[in-house]
């Protein structure tokens, strides 16, 4: 079966993988800068999820009807949805770091303290959501059904699979271009190279954390929409902590604080635990990842990439 299913399981790995790997960006960005870890970015995504499913409501779409609109309006729905998400998730998570993070950075907390923060409002988002949506799952839509467009070595590829790849990719490479290309860009890898040198230079550090939280809330937002896509059934109010796991997993996979590892971290995330759901069956899909997790910090603890941009951590 593993061997018959082998470029079936690949290509459906790297479009889960390249939905970790977009909320993986945003732990990677945030430790890059802050050497903190966000525990909480797991709730940003299913603000961005809960986000898009309330578009595809205020659009007319109900749960479990199949829409009769034409390709190109079913398009611009998902990108509108998209648009939503994105932008409540990325307020979000820039109302995170002002509430939660930036008076304790403001009295030098202790990094414990940074932590514990993140996991109480992670606690807190979590349980809102399940005070006003309850909780069970929100009802099914699916926009675009699934349909195999062409084969790679005789495994369809579905019109999913290769919206949801093509996308993810194309917003890493964007990230990627921001990040290493642009002004704002070089304050953020100055801050995360050396923050107090960074700020004597004048670049502003308040305005590049701020930055960076939006820029990994936005991305969070974007994974929202194509996990809504792969699987309809996901808008629940504690939908993004396995993922977040994961996504955390894939980041420290590929080097935690490397952008680049991100993305790579997600994609072999993605792939191996899909090879483990044939090999093994689907009880052991979440088994298989977190070994490999395991096995790779044991030979090379910082990552996969963790070096490579080891000075600038971005």
Avoid: C
């Avoid at 082998?6 to 790995?13: C, E, Q, R, S």
């Avoid at 992670?122 to 839509?141: A, M």
């Avoid at 890493?172 to 700020?199: C, K, S």
């Amino acid at each position: 079966m593993f061997f018959d299913r082998f470029w079936a399981n690949t290509i459906n790995g790297l479009a889960y993988g390249s939905i970790y790997a977009l909320v993986a960006l945003g732990y990677t960005l945030v430790y890059g800068v802050l050497q903190l870890i966000n525990f909480a970015h797991s709730e940003i995504f299913v603000i961005g999820v809960f986000g898009v499913y309330f578009t595809f409501l205020a659009l007319g779409f109900q749960p479990g009807a199949v829409p009769s609109l034409p390709i190109g309006g079913i398009i611009a729905d998902l990108v509108l949805a998209g648009a939503v998400g994105m932008i409540l998730a990325g307020l979000a998570a820039v109302l995170l770091e002002r509430v939660a993070y930036r008076p304790l950075r403001r009295r030098n907390a202790p990094r414990l303290a940074f932590l514990i923060t993140a996991i109480g409002a992670s606690f807190v988002v979590q349980q809102l959501f399940r005070i006003f949506r309850g909780s069970n799952p929100e009802g099914t839509i699916r926009l675009l059904q699934p349909q195999p467009l062409f084969r790679v070595f005789g495994a369809p590829v579905t019109n999913l699979q290769l919206i949801i790849i093509v996308a993810s990719v194309a917003m890493f490479f964007a990230a990627d271009g921001f990040v290493n290309r642009t002004r704002l860009g070089r304050g953020v890898r100055a801050v995360a190279q050396d923050p107090a040198t960074a700020t004597l230079m004048g670049v502003n550090r308040e305005r590049v954390i701020v930055i960076t939280f939006l820029l990994g809330g936005l991305l969070a937002g974007a994974a929202a929409l194509f996990y809504l896509m792969t699987i309809p059934q996901g808008a629940v109010f504690n939908g993004g902590f396995l993922l977040g796991i994961k996504a955390f997993a894939a980041a420290v996979l590929g080097g935690i604080g490397n952008l680049r590892g991100a993305l790579v971290g997600g994609l072999i995330l993605g792939i191996v635990e899909n090879y483990g759901q044939s090999l093994f069956g689907g009880d052991w899909r979440d088994v298989v990842a977190f070994v490999l997790l395991v096995g790779v910090l044991m030979l090379r603890p910082t990552g996969i990439l963790g070096e490579s941009l080891g000075k600038a951590r971005v």
